[in-house]
Nanobody, 123 residues
Framework: QVHLVESGGGLVQTGGSLRLSCAAS????????LAWFRQAPGKERDFVAS????????NHATSVAGRFTISRDNAKNTVYLQMNSLKPEDTAVYYC????????????????WGQGTQVIVSS
């Protein structure tokens, strides 16, 4: 069992930066693949980025590649999403999620989810 709690969302202007954090409780944190997804009002939940248990392998959606970076600190049981050069279209609720396998870019592959943190990018 893994409990996930996101933080770090807020209101930022276009071109600004935010760093999201997701703290996990439970054991064997390093056994889990972690990911960030986002969901804008009226839209589906979209893959943003994922990271392997060791942190050696990462994937980023095309829409955020070069602007967002996922990382993790297994000693702190925390995964991060550094978001730079933010755009209004990045506005969404951001969720972190954990899984031990499956298609890492699909939300149905993930067993555990946080409650989400709101990011609003003003133009």
């Amino acid at each position: 069992q893994v409990h996930l709690v996101e933080s770090g969302g807020g209101l930022v202007q276009t071109g600004g930066s935010l760093r999201l954090s997701c703290a996990a409780s439970g054991h064997a944190f390093a056994d889990y693949y972690l990911a960030w997804f986002r969901q804008a009002p009226g839209k589906e939940r979209d893959f943003v980025a994922s990271i392997s248990g060791s942190g050696a392998s990462t994937n980023h959606a095309t829409s955020v590649a070069g602007r967002f970076t996922i990382s993790r600190d297994n000693a702190k049981n925390t995964v991060y999403l550094q978001m730079n050069s933010l755009k209004p279209e990045d506005t969404a609720v951001y969720y972190c999620a954990a899984t031990t396998g499956g298609r890492i870019n699909l939300p149905q592959s993930y067993y555990y989810w946080g409650q989400g943190t709101q990011v609003i990018v003003s133009s």
